[in-house]
C-alpha cells in the first residue's frame, strides 16, 4: 500500500506539472513531440496525432519534449519551434508547469474546504492551576464567544488571538451552562519556539482543549478564497524555510527525498483522505516554488536565461548554457545524494521522522 500511495502521488505531481508545460505549449503554437511521465526506457507508449505519450520506467519527474527544444535539433518550420518564439511565450511555457503545481494545491484544498475538516472547538478541557486563566475563574467544560469583540468559532482561532497579545488584558466572552458570562483575562508573556527553531515572544493563558470537535464546511467561494490563502501561507513558509537554510537557522536535516515522501504518504493515507490530500498539495506547491528557483536546468533557470535574453536582445551562447546546465545538475545530484543520506538516518532512526 505504501507503494500504491506513493506512486498516485508521485503521479499526480509530475502529471499536473507536465500537463502545464503541455498545454501553454499547443496554446503558444509549439509542436510537441512527446509527454512522458517518468524518466528512462519507455514501458508504453501511443502516438495520437503529433504527440507521443509515454509512461517511462523511472517514476521521479517527467518531460515535454518540445520541437527545437534542444540545440541539435533541425529546424524546418521556424512557426512551431520552442527555440524561435518570442521570449515572453517562452517564459509562459516554462513558467506554467510550476503554476500548475500550485493550481493543483489550489484544487485539493478546494476539495477539502468544501467536503468538511474535523475542527477543535474552543471548549476548554483544562485548567492549569495557578495559571491566568485559573485566577480569573475560567473552567473546564467553559466555551470561548468572543475575545476583544472578535468571534472565536474554533481553538485555533483563539490559540492564535492569544498568543498575538503577550501581556495585555483580554476580554472573553464565554458560555459556562448556557449562560454567558465576561471575563478579564491577562495574557501571560512566554518565550517559545517557532516552526524553525528560533525563540519567539507568545502570549498563554493556561488551558487546554475538550478535544471536541465539529466538521466544517465551507461553501465553493468561501473554500475557493481559503485555498489561495491556505496555498499563498505555504509558499510563503516555504521560501522562508529555504532563507532560514542559508542562514543555517534551520539545518539541512530537514532535506527529505523520494524516501521520505513514500513514508509519509503512507502514514497520511492511514490518517485519511483529508490528511493525505494536504501533504499531496504541500508537496505539490514545494514542486512548483524549488522549480523556480534560478538554478539551470530547472525552469526558474530557463527562466532567468531568458529574462537575461530580453535584455539583452539575443539568445545567450549555447556553449555558456551548456555549462550552466551541466553546474545546475551538479547542484542537484549533491542535493539529491544530500536529501538521500537524510532518508537513510530517519530509517535507522525513527524518532527524526516528522509528524505528518
Given at each position: 500500500m505504501?507503494?500504491?500511495?506513493?506512486?498516485?502521488?508521485?503521479?499526480?505531481?509530475?502529471f499536473?506539472?507536465?500537463?502545464?508545460?503541455?498545454l501553454?505549449a499547443k496554446?503558444?503554437?509549439?509542436?510537441?513531440?512527446?509527454?512522458?511521465?517518468?524518466?528512462g526506457?519507455?514501458?508504453?507508449?501511443?502516438?495520437i496525432?503529433?504527440?507521443?505519450?509515454?509512461?517511462?520506467?523511472?517514476?521521479?519527474?517527467?518531460?515535454?519534449?518540445?520541437?527545437?527544444?534542444d540545440?541539435?535539433?533541425?529546424?524546418?518550420?521556424?512557426?512551431?519551434?520552442?527555440k524561435?518564439?518570442?521570449?515572453y511565450?517562452?517564459?509562459?511555457?516554462?513558467?506554467?508547469?510550476?503554476?500548475?503545481?500550485?493550481?493543483?494545491?489550489?484544487?485539493?484544498f478546494w476539495?477539502?474546504?468544501v467536503?468538511?475538516?474535523?475542527?477543535?472547538?474552543?471548549?476548554?478541557?483544562?485548567?492549569?492551576?495557578?495559571?491566568p486563566?485559573?485566577?480569573?475563574?475560567?473552567?473546564?467544560?467553559?466555551?470561548?464567544?468572543?475575545?476583544?469583540?472578535?468571534?472565536?468559532?474554533?481553538?485555533?482561532?483563539?490559540?492564535q488571538?492569544?498568543?498575538?497579545?503577550?501581556?495585555?488584558?483580554?476580554n472573553?466572552?464565554?458560555?459556562?451552562?448556557?449562560e454567558?458570562?465576561?471575563?478579564?483575562?491577562?495574557?501571560?508573556?512566554?518565550?517559545?519556539?517557532?516552526?524553525?527553531?528560533?525563540?519567539?515572544?507568545?502570549?498563554?493563558?493556561?488551558?487546554?482543549?475538550a478535544?471536541?470537535?465539529?466538521?466544517?464546511?465551507?461553501?465553493?467561494?468561501?473554500?475557493?478564497?481559503?485555498?489561495?490563502?491556505?496555498?499563498?501561507?505555504?509558499?510563503?513558509?516555504?521560501?522562508?524555510?529555504?532563507?532560514?537554510?542559508?542562514?543555517?537557522?534551520?539545518?539541512?536535516?530537514?532535506?527529505?527525498?523520494?524516501?521520505?515522501?513514500?513514508?509519509?504518504?503512507?502514514?497520511?493515507?492511514?490518517?485519511?483522505?483529508?490528511?493525505?490530500?494536504?501533504?499531496?498539495?504541500?508537496?505539490?506547491?514545494?514542486?512548483?516554488?524549488?522549480?523556480?528557483?534560478?538554478?539551470?536546468?530547472?525552469?526558474?533557470?530557463?527562466i532567468?536565461?531568458?529574462?537575461?535574453?530580453?535584455i539583452?536582445?539575443?539568445?545567450?551562447s549555447?556553449?555558456?548554457?551548456?555549462?550552466?546546465?551541466?553546474?545546475?545538475?551538479?547542484?542537484?545530484?549533491?542535493?539529491?545524494?544530500?536529501?538521500?543520506?537524510n532518508?537513510?538516518?530517519?530509517?535507522?532512526?525513527?524518532?527524526?521522522?516528522?509528524?505528518?
Amino acid at each position: 500500500m505504501t507503494f500504491l500511495y506513493a506512486v498516485l502521488l508521485f503521479g499526480f505531481l509530475i502529471f499536473i506539472h507536465e500537463l502545464g508545460h503541455f498545454l501553454a505549449a499547443k496554446l503558444s503554437g509549439v509542436k510537441v513531440l512527446k509527454f512522458s511521465i517518468g524518466f528512462g526506457p519507455k514501458i508504453i507508449g501511443k502516438q495520437i496525432g503529433e504527440t507521443e505519450y509515454l509512461l517511462s520506467a523511472i517514476p521521479l519527474g517527467g518531460y515535454v519534449k518540445m520541437y527545437g527544444e534542444d540545440v541539435q535539433d533541425e529546424i524546418v518550420e521556424q512557426a512551431r519551434s520552442f527555440k524561435h518564439q518570442p521570449v515572453y511565450k517562452k517564459i509562459f511555457i516554462v513558467f506554467a508547469g510550476p503554476l500548475f503545481n500550485i493550481l493543483g494545491a489550489v484544487l485539493l484544498f478546494w476539495i477539502i474546504f468544501v467536503s468538511g475538516i474535523p475542527v477543535l472547538k474552543p471548549v476548554i478541557g483544562d485548567v492549569l492551576q495557578n495559571s491566568p486563566a485559573y485566577t480569573a475563574g475560567l473552567k473546564t467544560g467553559d466555551r470561548i464567544i468572543e475575545i476583544d469583540g472578535k468571534k472565536i468559532s474554533t481553538w485555533f482561532d483563539m490559540a492564535q488571538f492569544i498568543q498575538q497579545n503577550p501581556g495585555k488584558t483580554l476580554n472573553f466572552k464565554i458560555e459556562r451552562n448556557n449562560e454567558l458570562l465576561e471575563l478579564n483575562i491577562i495574557a501571560q508573556t512566554k518565550e517559545a519556539k517557532n516552526l524553525f527553531g528560533e525563540r519567539v515572544t507568545v502570549g498563554q493563558i493556561g488551558i487546554k482543549p475538550a478535544e471536541k470537535f465539529f466538521i466544517k464546511k465551507e461553501d465553493p467561494l468561501t473554500a475557493l478564497n481559503k485555498s489561495v490563502e491556505k496555498c499563498y501561507e505555504i509558499i510563503e513558509l516555504t521560501y522562508l524555510t529555504i532563507v532560514k537554510i542559508f542562514q543555517k537557522v534551520v539545518s539541512t536535516d530537514v532535506i527529505g527525498g523520494p524516501i521520505l515522501i513514500f513514508q509519509v504518504a503512507e502514514k497520511t493515507a492511514q490518517q485519511g483522505w483529508i490528511s493525505f490530500l494536504s501533504f499531496a498539495a504541500i508537496i505539490s506547491i514545494n514542486l512548483g516554488v524549488l522549480n523556480l528557483l534560478p538554478i539551470p536546468v530547472l525552469d526558474g533557470g530557463h527562466i532567468l536565461f531568458f529574462l537575461i535574453e530580453a535584455i539583452r536582445k539575443k539568445p545567450l551562447s549555447d556553449k555558456f548554457i551548456a555549462v550552466s546546465q551541466r553546474i545546475g545538475i551538479a547542484f542537484l545530484f549533491a542535493l539529491m545524494i544530500l536529501a538521500f543520506y537524510n532518508d537513510i538516518l530517519r530509517i535507522l532512526d525513527p524518532s527524526k521522522m516528522p509528524k505528518p
